[in-house]
T-cell receptor, first 116, second 111 residues
Framework: GAVVSQHPSWVICKSGTSVKIECRSL??????MFWYRQFPKQSLMLMAT?????????EQGVEKDKFLINHASLTLSTLTVTSAHPEDSSFYIC????????????FGPGTRLTVL | AQSVTQPDIHITVSEGASLELRCNYS??????LFWYVQSPGQGLQLLLK??????LVQGIKGFEAEFKRSQSSFNLRKPSVHWSDAAEYFC?????????FGAGTRLTVKP
């Protein structure tokens, strides 16, 4: 149980285009989902927290207009990187938390974004 | 402020040798503690977690960790390392919406 999937697992795009990454909780309802970014050889940095049906809360320094987060259902959250640039290339990982497992986040496998 | 410190950026051990990865934390309340492992290009896999109770926690792949409140530590141990254990290890502290990760320790295993 408690499986989180991400799609796509990797994506390459041209500078200036937008990319959407999906995060799904497969066997539980995720009241809260989180988006992290991880640069090579670094730790995970929280970008934003989203609750189903409400606006995401962004961490300081994360541009909310550039990284659009939608959590429209209890099993799906999307991260859209708008007008992507090479510096946005990174490993994006989502996690989800259900009501019963409120002490623990379940992590997706990550999405590798490369912007050319 | 909540924080997690993994003092060792990189550790090299010989296959079959014992391993201890250090984790120290600073947290306002009783923490929930986690150890994750990440192979290159992969997501995080939960090794073990501590919420309450017995301070010695057993995890997957033969790993264990001990919570020591007096030392604010949650060190990860394995009695005999296998070559497949080579990876990045992250300690995390928190609960619910507030989770903080350490910088990670990269484990190299020598044959």
């Amino acid at each position: 149980g408690a499986v989180v999937s991400q799609h796509p697992s990797w994506v390459i795009c041209k500078s200036g285009t937008s990319v959407k990454i999906e995060c799904r909780s497969l066997d539980f309802q995720a009241t809260t989902m989180f988006w992290y970014r991880q640069f090579p050889k670094q730790s995970l940095m929280l970008m934003a927290t989203s609750n189903e049906g409400s606006k995401a809360t962004y961490e300081q320094g994360v541009e909310k207009d550039k990284f659009l987060i939608n959590h429209a259902s209890l099993t799906l959250s999307t991260l859209t990187v708008t007008s992507a640039h090479p510096e946005d290339s990174s490993f994006y990982i989502c996690s989800a938390r259900d009501w019963e497992g409120w002490n623990e986040q379940f992590f997706g496998p990550g999405t590798r974004l490369t912007v050319l | 402020a909540q924080s997690v410190t993994q003092p060792d950026i990189h550790i090299t051990v010989s296959e079959g040798a014992s391993l201890e990865l250090r984790c120290n934390y600073s947290y306002g309340a009783t923490p929930y503690l986690f150890w994750y492992v990440q192979s290159p290009g992969q997501g995080l896999q939960l090794l073990l977690k501590y919420f309450s109770g017995d301070t010695l926690v057993q995890g997957i792949k033969g790993f264990e960790a001990e919570f020591k409140r007096s030392q604010s530590s949650f060190n990860l141990r394995k009695p005999s390392v296998h070559w497949s254990d080579a990876a990045e290890y992250f300690c995390a502290v928190g609960a619910g919406n507030d989770m903080r990760f350490g910088a990670g320790t990269r484990l190299t295993v020598k044959p």
